[in-house]
C-alpha cells in the first residue's frame, strides 16, 4: 500500500535514508527512487486483509514447522536504485539471514534469497505495486510476489474488464515473474506454500466483512 505524500523535496540515497528515519515514529516511510514518502495508517479493510493473510501464513509455518519467519518491520532494499520498501506482508528464510549484512542492527533485507514471499495489499495507488515494485521485487530474485487487489483497483490490463477482485501471485521463473491470478473460489497456489487451502474470496471478504 502507499499513499503519496512527500517529505523531503531533495532526493536521498538509501543511507541517507536510513540516518534520516525517525526514531519511534508514528507513520512509516518508503524511499521511491531517492524520494522519501510517508505511509498513513491503512484503512481498516486493509489492515484485516494484511492481518488475514499474516495469520493464515503463520499458521502455515508452525503447521509445517518450517525454518521461516514473518517480522513485525522490515525494509527491502533493492539492487539497482535508491528505494527502500516496507512490505504489508513479507516471509523470510530464517536460516539464510545470517548471510543478510544490515539484518541483525537495522531490519534490512538486501538479498532476495532471503526471501520466500512478499506481498503488497492494494490500495489507491495500485502502479507501485503493479509496475515499481513488481520490477523491483523481480531483479531483487525474490521467488514470489501477491498483489492483493481485494477491491479491483489496478489497471484493465493486469485485472480484465470490468475490474474485478484479484489475486495476481508472479512466481519467479529463469529470472522473470510468470502470474497467474485467481478469484472467487479459486484456491491460491503458492510455491512456498504449496498446502495453502485458502480461497482468493476468503482473502478478499477479510477485508469486507461487517459484523
Known amino acids: 500500500m502507499m499513499i503519496q505524500a512527500q517529505s523531503i523535496t531533495k532526493t536521498v540515497t538509501f543511507d541517507e535514508f536510513i540516518a534520516w528515519y525517525p526514531e519511534n515514529s508514528v507513520h512509516k516511510y518508503e524511499l521511491h527512487n531517492g524520494v522519501i514518502i510517508e505511509m498513513p495508517l491503512g484503512t481498516g479493510d486493509h489492515s484485516d486483509v494484511t492481518g488475514f493473510i499474516t495469520l493464515k501464513l503463520g499458521v502455515e509455518i508452525d503447521r509445517r514447522d518450517l525454518p521461516y519467519s514473518i517480522p513485525g518491520d522490515c525494509l527491502l532494499k533493492p539492487d539497482l536504485n535508491e528505494s527502500g520498501y516496507q512490505p504489508d506482508v513479507i516471509v523470510l528464510d530464517r536460516t539464510a539471514l ?8 537495522e531490519s534490512i533485507i538486501t538479498m532476495g534469497a532471503t526471501i520466500r514471499l512478499v506481498v503488497e495489499v492494494v490500495s489507491t495507488n495500485w502502479r507501485d505495486d503493479y509496475f515499481t515494485k513488481a520490477r523491483d521485487y523481480e531483479e531483487m530474485g525474490i521467488p514470489e510476489y501477491w498483489i492483493v487487489d481485494y477491491r479491483g483497483l489496478g489497471g484493465r490490463q493486469f485485472i480484465g474488464n470490468p475490474k474485478q477482485p484479484t489475486l495476481s501471485v508472479c512466481q519467479l521463473i529463469d529470472g522473470e515473474y510468470q502470474v497467474k ?5 479459486d484456491r491460491v497456489e503458492s510455491l512456498a506454500f504449496p498446502d495453502f487451502k485458502v480461497t482468493a474470496e ?5 477485508g469486507l466483512d461487517r459484523v
Not at 548471510?99 to 541483525?104: A, G, L, T
Open 98 to 105: 545470517l548471510n543478510e549484512p544490515r539484518w541483525s542492527k
Open 202 to 206: 476468503q482473502i478478499f471478504q477479510a
Open 181 to 185: 491470478q485467481f478469484r472467487g473460489d
